[in-house]
Each structure stands twice: as C-alpha cells, then as structure tokens.
C-alpha cells in the first residue's frame, strides 16, 4: 500500500474517534440525574412518594428488605410528580430510587430513599371490672395508622374477636362474661393488615367473699350478723345458721348490710356465714363466726378506799344486755340478802351501816329480761372502829380525853398510806432477819419517816375513816378538825405516867433486842400503850424556834436511864432515820 493510502486510513480512524467522543459528551449533558425522593407514610400498606418535575420518562425502582437487585414499580410520565404505592408490608422496610429511562449510569440515577411502615403489638389492656358480668378494657395510646383496634378474649382456649375500639376511642365494654379468669388482648387493625397481639391481661370475674363479719347481740335472744360489702354495685346475701336444729339459708334484700337472727336459742352455740348473691352468681362463703350467748357478770366490782360507815360500790357494765342489778349483802360471805335493785344502767351503789368494827361482804348480780341470772365477784370492806387498837386516856389536867395507839404506826401500816397515794416506800432499815420491812404484814413500826411523812400520814388515816384532818398544809393544829394527830410532850408524859407497860426494848436491859420489835400480845380486856420507852423515838407536835420537831422516849439503842428523862433532842421536820417513827392520838369525842 502506498504512502497516500495509508495516511488516508489513519485520518479516517481518527476523525471516526472523533466524532464518537463527541456524541458521547453531549448525551451526557442532555440525561439529568434522577430526582430526590419525599416519602410519607399513609396507611398500613400504602406510603406516598413526591418529588420535583422532570421533563423526561422516569422509572420508580423499589427494593425490598432481603432483595439483592430493585424492580421497576411503575413507569412514570414527564413532568409526573406524585405517586402511593399500596403493596408494602409492614414492619418491613423498602428502599426507592427514581431512574431516568436515557440513564446508563448509576451516576443518573436519583439517591434512594428507604420508609419503614410500623404496626407494632399493642400496649398490654387495662382490665376494670364494671359490673357483675362486665369488663371495660381499656389503652392508653393507639397506633395513627390503626382504623381501630381489635379486642380479643379468649373462648374455649381459643382468642376471639369479642368487639373493637373505632380511632380516638380508648376503651370497650364487654358484658356477658362467665365468672373464672378472663383473658384479653389487643390488635391494631389496618387497611389490609393487622398488628400482632399484645402482652395478655387477665381478670378475675369471680364475686368477692363479703369481709369483716361481725355480732352484735340486740337481746337475749337476738344477734345482729353485719358485713362490708366488697363489691362496688348493690346485691343481695345469703346468711347461712347451722346449729343444733340444723342448717338454715335466709336471703336478705337488696343492698342490705346487716341481718337479724330473732332466734338465737340461751347458752346454745350458732354458726354464721355469708356470701354474696348477684343474679345467677354467687361467692363463696365467708369463713364462719359464732354466736354462744349466756350473761356475762358485772366486772371490776371494788369499795372505795375510805373505811367510814358509807360503803360505795363501783363496777363496770360487762353485759349491755343487762335489764337490772341486784346488789347483795353478807356478814359471813355464804350467806347473802338482797338491800337494792337497780336499772341496768346504774353501775354505783351507797351501803350504810349503823356499826363499825365489822367487815361486810358484797356482790351484785345481773339479772336479764328472760329471768337468767349471772353474778359478779365477792368484794369485802372491814369498817375499823375509830378507836381500834388504841388505849383511852381519860380526862385529867389535859381538859380533855383522847385516844393514844397502843402501839408506834406499822411498817405495814404505813406501806398502805405509800400504796393509797402513791409515794414512794422510805428506805429500807435492813434489820437482820427482815429483809422485806414494807411488806403488807410487817407489825414492826415505821422508820425512816420524817416529821413531815407523820404528819401526812395522820391526815390519811383521818380521810379514810371519815373524820377531818387534823392539819393543814404546812403542819399547824386545824381547828375543830377531829383526826387523828400526833402528841405533844404533855400527852406523852401523861400516858407514859398513866397507861404505860412499864417493860422497854433498850440498849442496857437483859430486854433489850438490839432492833425494833413489837410486843407478842397488844390487844385484851385492858390494853396499855407499848414501848414509850424505847424500840424507836416517836416524833410529836412540840418544836424550836428554828423550826425543829421534837423526838421522845429513845430507841432500841439508847440506855434506859436516858431513855426515860425524855431527853429534849430535835431535828428538822424533814430528818429521817432507822431509829425515829411515831403513834397517833384521837380525841375522845368521836363521832
């Protein structure tokens, strides 16, 4: 081939080369890249696609959750700018591009825009019983894309579609339900498709047991079976009795709360029980309660503590069903009469007696309106003599009578003034072989008591025999006050000179005990006045310009000689010790 040849081949294959790349250009310049897609959601299966106008054919690609490759929808006209597609699944997301029809290139194509269409289980339902056979059930929130929401309840083992909730409502009444558990669940229910279910709930239909039954007895043969209601509409109740005549059923009305049993039989055991009754259904029984009724005595039956010719007595109602009390009186606690009959609501009773020095004896007896009787505790109250256990002094240079203790006050004595009013007992002397010196039956006399602490025990023993203190609040002579007191000096000497027993408990006589004591024999035909001299000091009236008490007699520590010269010792009104107590005296005026 020759030169010319050749070099008009290479021109050909060159201006061919050309021309290629240059048509090639310009389509690339005329193919626009594909829009960008707007996806919303718009039903259960339906999602609507927009974007801008493109002059030329486009293809609406869509991939799906688990494919490789995307598949042509739909082709799409010119300047076509919307389009829904209706045929996803929900919870299953897709992905869509838009593809002009001249493109060649993935470069062309529109970016791609995924959509996840969401129908998800329901909220687990509330379940409100509303009735005896119905159930609302209820949810809080709905799903936007749900036409409405399915409610199920299980039949047969099976869940049933048993009614719906429409969109904007939240709850649904179901009547007709049988008793037992009941279960529900919820499903949203698209256009084409319906949610899973929810989380179950269940109820239980069953009517509640009636609570807190109760007795209350009317009369004696009468009891009142109350109960709460513990279901919130009204129903009626079975009572059941069983007893020894068999068992009976009674029904009450409507609403009712409370049933009267009108033959409740005296001393004779019934059983009660109660369930609910509403239409057709019925609870179960309430656990039982008894009724034994027989009289119940007067309770707490006590005397007051003032020993005077006046006996009050006091007791408590123990039986409401009490028609009258008869109080009961004896000499010798076997024996007893009947001096009142009282209403059942009088509870306090006034005895007097025309002696003292005795001890009567008391009960009351219940009495009710079918003539049972029941009665109470025996109570007793000795009225001591005013002058009992005390020596009298007859009328010489003094001007006037009285009486004097034959003995100093008791440790057992003054341990009941402690117990009456409270106080605290005095310190323990811890004499050998008396370990408990405050015990009630102590006969050795009280020490560790001050001036003061005799003084007040004088006005005790006055009040709770009836007669008037002897002192005031600071210690001063009350005038006409016919208590009991303690001596002055010239008492003292009067019934040491006079009615003393001229043996004495000291330090320096083969007599003498080292320790308190008190005389085996106190009381005959003509008692004297014991140990004046020595076993303890005595405290009496007479004091000292400072204010000092003075003590006589000497103690189970000091020497006879001394012991009887009455020696003038005073201390405060507020001294105490083991080797000082006291005796009372009483004018002989009693009333």
Not at 185 to 202: F, K
Not at 328 to 348: N, Q
Not at 387 to 400: A, H, K
Not at 425 to 453: K, Q
């Amino acid at each position: 081939m020759n030169r010319a040849v050749i070099i008009a081949v290479l021109l050909l294959v060159l201006t061919g080369q050309a021309i290629s790349a240059g048509t090639a250009y310009a389509r690339r310049r005329a193919v626009r890249r594909g829009p960008v897609l707007k996806t919303e959601i718009r039903s259960d299966c339906a999602v609507g696609l927009s974007w801008r106008s493109y002059p030329d054919t486009l293809y609406l690609e869509r991939r799906a959750d688990g494919d490789d490759l995307f598949s042509i929808v739909v082709v799409l006209a010119p300047h076509q700018t919307r389009f829904t597609d209706s045929t996803l699944v929900p919870n299953s997301p897709a992905w869509y591009r838009l593809r002009p029809a001249a493109a060649r290139y993935i470069s062309e194509f529109g970016p791609e825009a995924g959509v996840t269409i969401s129908l998800s289980a329901p909220p687990r339902p509330k379940l409100v019983r509303i009735a005896v056979d119905s159930v609302e059930v209820k949810m809080d929130t709905a799903n936007v894309l749900a036409v409405r929401v399915l409610v199920e309840r299980k039949i047969g083992g099976m869940y049933t579609v048993v009614g719906h909730m429409p969109r904007g409502s939240h709850a649904f009444s179901d009547g007709g339900v049988g008793t037992g558990s009941q279960f529900y669940r919820l499903r949203y229910e698209g256009v084409r498709y319906t949610s899973p279910p929810s989380p179950a709930d269940s109820i239980l239909m069953d009517i509640s047991v009636p609570a807190n039954v109760t007795l209350t007895y009317e009369s004696d043969h009468a009891v009142i079976v109350s109960w709460l209601p513990t279901l919130p509409w009204a129903c009626m109740y079975d009572i059941e009795k069983r007893s020894t005549e068999g068992i009976h059923v009674y029904r009450t009305d409507l609403g009712a709360q409370q049933w009267t049993d009108n033959s409740l039989r005296y001393a004779q055991r019934s059983y009660y029980r109660v369930r609910a009754v509403s239409g057709v259904d019925t609870s179960m029984y309430s656990p039982p309660v008894s009724a034994y009724y027989v009289l119940r005595p007067a309770m707490d039956l006590h005397t007051d503590p003032v020993h005077d010719p006046v006996v009050n007595l006091i007791w408590s109602d123990a039986d409401s069903l009490t028609a009258t009390y008869v109080v009961e009186r004896s000499a010798d606690s076997v024996h007893f009469d009947a001096i009142a009959t009282l209403t059942g609501h009088e509870f306090t009773y006034a005895d007097s007696l025309n002696t003292r020095g005795q001890r009567r004896y008391y009960r009351v007896r219940s009495v009710a309106t079918n003539g049972v009787t029941a009665i109470s505790d025996v109570v007793s109250e000795y009225i001591p003599r005013l002058n009992e256990g005390m020596v009298f002094i007859p009328d010489t240079s003094l001007g006037s009578s009285f009486y004097c203790d034959a003995l100093e006050t008791s440790a057992a004595s003054f341990a009941e003034y402690c117990r009456a009013t409270g106080r605290e007992l005095p310190e323990d002397p811890a004499f050998p072989g008396h370990p408990d010196y405050w015990s009630p039956s102590n006969p050795l006399p009280a020490v560790n008591v001050s001036w003061n602490d005799a003084v007040a025990f004088c006005n005790w023993r006055s009040l709770s025999t009836g007669l008037q203190p002897a002192y005031d609040a600071f210690g001063r002579i009350l005038p006409g006050g016919n208590g009991y007191r303690l001596m002055d000096r010239s008492h003292f000497t009067l019934v040491l000179h006079t009615a003393a027993d001229t043996s004495a408990n000291v330090q320096d006589t083969h007599s003498g005990h080292g320790e308190p004591t008190v005389p085996i024999s106190t009381y005959g035909p003509h008692p004297l006045a014991y140990n004046l001299i020595g076993n303890v000091w005595e405290w009496v009236n007479d004091s000292i310009a400072d204010g000092g008490r003075l003590i006589l007699g000497g103690a189970y520590c000091t020497s006879r000689r001394f012991a009887g010269e009455l020696p003038e010792f005073c201390y405060r009104a507020d001294y105490m010790s083991p080797t000082i107590g006291f005796r009372c005296i009483l004018p002989a005026r009693l009333p």
